[in-house]
């Protein structure tokens, strides 16, 4: 085992700077020089000294490199065979795992609410999706995972699939059977990639749902910035097991990156990936304490509910995530947005994200300190009281929504054909050239390629006309919509 309490690449970068190097070479700021005060105040005069660029001796060049024993040190600690650094987010990670998969063959099964970047990366890639459906929570209007029963289904309606796409954990933090979904994809002689953005540090934590390489998955999509603690943006792409090409996920990474990637960014991958190898279980330790101390305070007040145990009762789910507090505020009468949108006026606090049904607030790994949950504690209890003299919200109606339109291209046709601007009401049997998904719960209606029908078409209206609304259309009143031009 290499020594996880070393940071190579950031060590490197740090030397460089320190060495006051003669800087005629691109950034252009060199260092800072003559940088606009804006610059210096957002940035500080250390970021500008280590923003330093690619191929330098000792930094990224030589065999080996401290750039690359970094990315050896984060393979060892996530368990992976070889794992890369990103720095266009897991975004990156997933448009490389679908130019991958695309040496593989042209056919792919997806859990249906893979995340956009996965859209498109099937795009770039020619691939066509075979799509299994994730379990949707009928009370609380959100979705969960997918079982190994529904992978096991669509890979037996899909033999010619080269690999199975699932996410794991979702937004909302339930963890699917990953071991499950994994032993089924093998069993049908196909990787199992898993969109692992939200868990980062699962890992690090006996307590924690079990991470997917652990699991048994072949090449895991991780968005470090998001628990871990890196800079925004910057991610990770772990490889494992021999199903999946190491050299061809490489090129993939090349094609899908900027030949100049920031070394700040590359350099938090390092510092968090020592955090959590060395000190995560510690950190996690504690900040799974104050959380469990929230969630009970959570749930005495009034109208509320923290999900959690209760997310196992549904069949997709094996475990859940308690960095997630995910709250249900069906109780106080109103909607998730309007407490998140109330909390944000009365206590200028942010939570990650706001539902109908709920909101969820989430916690880094390192971040879960009492002060920080009793502001969160105290900013929603003041909000609550606010919120109680206004009018209930209206619930949107969440009805089962009506099957998927048949694909008649692939992602990629639809969005290089010609393409119409039609009336919403018109489009009827006209293949559709971008996304539509309702909310709740946010699994895509239709995706490109397919083709729009009668019942979709008035599904979307009626949720929309019940208070939903609806992600992805560039008309998003939705008085048009753009499809694919007949010939
Ligand atoms: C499941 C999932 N995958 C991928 C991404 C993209 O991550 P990033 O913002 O790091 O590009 C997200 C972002 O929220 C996500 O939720």
Request: overall charge negative; proline content about 7%.
């Amino acid at each position: 085992m290499a020594d996880q309490d070393q940071t190579p690449y950031v060590d490197a970068l740090l030397e460089f700077a320190r060495s006051d190097p003669g800087r005629y070479n691109v950034p252009g700021h060199q260092g800072g020089v003559g940088s606009d005060e804006a610059l210096r105040l957002l940035v500080g005069q250390s970021g500008l000294s280590d923003d330093i660029p690619t191929l330098i001796p000792g930094i990224d060049v030589g065999d080996p490199n401290p750039f690359e024993e970094a990315q050896a040190l984060a393979a060892e600690a996530w368990g992976a065979k070889r794992t890369w650094f990103l720095v266009n987010g897991a975004s990156q990670g997933n448009q490389s795992m679908c130019l991958a998969l695309g040496h593989m063959g042209r056919t792919v099964v997806a859990q249906r609410n893979v995340h956009s970047s996965v859209i498109d990366g099937m795009v770039m890639a020619g691939l066509m999706p075979h799509f299994a459906a994730p379990e949707v929570d009928p009370e609380l209007g959100i979705i969960h995972c997918l079982t190994p029963k529904a992978l096991d289904e669509a890979l037996a309606d899909c033999p010619e699939a080269a690999a199975a796409i699932v996410v794991s954990p979702t937004y909302f933090g339930a963890a699917a059977d990953v071991e499950g979904l994994a032993e089924v994809a093998h069993r049908r002689g196909v990787p199992l990639v898993v969109d692992e953005a939200w868990g980062g540090h699962l890992r690090f934590h006996p307590d924690l749902p079990r991470d997917a390489i652990s699991s048994g998955a072949d090449l895991v999509i991780s968005s470090t910035h998001k628990i871990v603690g890196s800079i925004t943006q910057s991610a990770m792409l772990h490889l494992s097991g021999d199903l999946i090409e190491e050299h061809v996920v490489d090129r993939c990474v090349s094609m899908t990156e900027s030949t100049s990637p920031n070394s700040l960014l590359l350099g938090s991958l390092d510092a968090a990936r020592r955090q959590a190898a060395v000190h995560g279980e510690e950190l996690l330790t504690n900040t799974l304490a104050v959380l469990a101390e929230a969630r009970a305070e959570l749930d005495s007040m009034p109208g509320l509910e923290v999900i959690g145990n209760r997310l196992l009762e549904r069949e997709s789910v094996s475990a859940f995530d308690p960095l997630r507090l995910t709250i249900d505020v069906r109780g106080t009468g109103t909607t998730g947005y309007r407490v998140a949108e109330k909390l944000r006026e009365t206590a200028n606090i942010n939570v990650e994200l706001a539902a109908d049904t709920v909101i969820v607030a989430v916690f880094g790994m390192a971040s879960g300190l009492p002060t920080r949950a009793r502001r969160l504690l105290d900013g929603i209890e003041t909000t609550l009281g606010e919120l109680e003299a206004e009018r209930p919200d209206e619930l949107p109606a969440f009805a089962p929504p009506p099957p998927w339109g048949e694909p008649r291209m692939t992602p990629r046709d639809a969005f290089l054909a010609a393409q119409d601007v039609v009336a919403f009401d018109q489009a009827e049997g006209r293949i559709a050239a971008e996304p539509l998904a309702t909310y709740p719960p946010g699994v895509p209606n239709v995706l490109p390629g397919e083709v729009l029908t009668r019942e979709t078409l008035d599904y979307i209206r009626e949720s929309v006309e019940g208070g939903g609304f609806v992600r992805g259309a560039t008309d998003r009143g939705l008085g048009t919509l753009r499809v694919v031009r007949e010939s």
